[in-house]
């Protein structure tokens, strides 16, 4: 069956520039989480979604980082004028519900790099 | 505040051997406990889990034990094949995952 599908797979942009990252959960997930993996270091937790909210937005690094989700289905996060150390891979994961304890399911990622 | 630490960041096996992985937590609020497996590439898979209020927990040849006075967890994989070798992240829980590092795994034919 599908799984969490993410785009672009790469992307590489100027420094200053925006961009925005797509993530299709998997269908009938009402929780999608954003985490981004910086070199040599653990899945950094940026935001989740409970449907269309977003309860937790604690782990966004600056205001330039913004998330939105429609149709309690596909999210978009946006970087405003990226810097280089916006450089990661961007993961996004759904799970059925955000109960504790439940798996979720990664995407392949988004590798950022920031030039 | 690294909240989630797992210190060894390499370790290879030979195949058929036992593999460890080990994995110390400070949040004595973690509710539950997760690795995931990541190959290259590839986003993280799920892998098992264990509640804070079990210390052991099985699934086939993977096994996680959990010590809360010591908070520390580890992944045990036994016999080890060549197809384990990736990435390992431990993970903990309370209203949202903490992961670690991760550790790559290597087994060798």
């Known amino acids: 069956g599908a799984g969490v599908s993410q785009s672009p797979s790469n992307k590489v942009t100027e420094k200053g520039k925006d961009v925005e990252l797509r993530c299709d959960p998997i269908s009938g997930h009402t929780a999608l989480y954003w985490y981004r993996q910086s070199l040599g270091q653990g899945l950094e937790f940026l935001i989740y979604?409970?449907?269309?909210?977003?309860?937790?937005k604690s782990g966004l690094p600056s205001d330039r980082f913004s998330a939105e989700r429609t149709g309690g289905s596909v999210s978009t996060l946006t970087i405003q004028r990226t810097q280089q150390e916006d450089s990661a891979v961007y993961l996004c994961?759904?799970?059925?519900?955000?109960?504790?304890?439940?798996?979720?399911?990664f995407g392949p990622g988004t590798r950022l790099l920031v030039l | 505040d690294q909240q989630v630490k797992q210190n060894s960041p390499s370790l290879s096996v030979q195949e058929g051997r036992i593999s460890i992985l080990n994995c110390d937590y400070t949040?004595?609020?973690?509710?539950?406990f997760l690795w995931y497996k990541k190959y290259p590439a590839e986003g993280p898979t799920f892998l098992i889990s264990?509640?804070?209020?079990?210390d052991k927990n099985e699934d086939g040849r993977f096994t996680v034990f959990l010590n809360k006075s010591a908070k520390h967890l580890s992944l045990h994989i036994v016999p080890s094949q060549p197809g384990d070798s990736a990435v390992y992240f431990c993970?903990?829980?309370?209203?949202?995952?903490?992961f670690g590092t991760g550790t790559r795994l290597l087994v060798s034919p």
């Open positions: 949040n004595s609020m973690f509710d539950y």
């Open positions: 979604f409970q449907g269309n909210s977003a309860p937790d």
């Open positions: 993970a903990g829980g309370f209203q949202k995952l903490v």
């Open positions: 994961a759904s799970s059925p519900t955000q109960g504790l304890g439940e798996t979720q399911y």
């Open positions: 264990i509640s804070s209020i079990k």
